[in-house]
């Protein structure tokens, strides 16, 4: 794979942004959310999600796209700086190709994303919820010094009622570039 280059997101992004959205949702929660779901429905609504979304600039939220200059986007983040007044910025969503996991595509985007972040966010913290079943996704969080602080049930009517814990960084510093 060529160099990938990371960019804040653009209104032409969304098809792109929601194909990589499906295919890791496919890849990582098959045994999570509704089969029912993962079969056809996944794809309108993340499509109508992430066209509205980036249609609608929101100050507080950022969205950065890891593209390859051969094959387009590869990758994204969407992050919301000072969601919560306990724990800081959240990162809602940080999807890869799924044939692209293990190249650190990830680890860029978070990084990238908690310095720009750490430049604006009042609060120092960041965090996020991940599946309890996604225990790849666990180890990639806690591998960059996340900490599980709580458990709690998924609001996704399509996870009926699967487990979600809340990984924070005390610090956004600790994840800057």
Not at 26 to 35: A, C, F, G, I, K
Not at 79 to 94: F, K, M, Q, T
Request: aromatic fraction near 8%; hydrophobic fraction near 45%; charge should be positive.
């Amino acid at each position: 794979m060529d160099r990938l280059t990371l960019r804040p997101a653009r209104a032409d992004d969304a098809p792109g942004i929601a194909a990589i959205h499906c295919a890791s949702w496919r890849d990582t929660y098959s045994n999570v959310l509704s089969p029912e779901f993962l079969a056809g429905p996944i794809e309108q609504n993340r499509s109508e999600l992430w066209a509205a979304r980036l249609a609608a600039p929101d100050e507080a939220r950022q969205v950065l796209v890891a593209e390859s200059p051969s094959t387009g986007p590869a990758a994204f983040l969407s992050a919301y700086r000072d969601a919560d007044a306990r724990w800081g910025s959240l990162i809602e969503n940080l999807h890869v190709s799924p044939a692209l996991r293990g190249q650190r595509i990830g680890e860029r985007l978070i990084r990238t994303a908690a310095t720009a972040l750490a430049a604006q966010a009042k609060a120092t913290g960041v965090y996020l919820w991940v599946f309890e079943a996604n225990q790849a996704g666990l180890r990639f969080y806690q591998r960059l010094g996340g900490q599980v602080v709580e458990r709690s049930t998924s609001k996704l009517a399509e996870a009926r009622g699967a487990t979600v814990l809340r990984v924070f960084w005390p610090s956004l510093e600790a994840l800057r570039v």
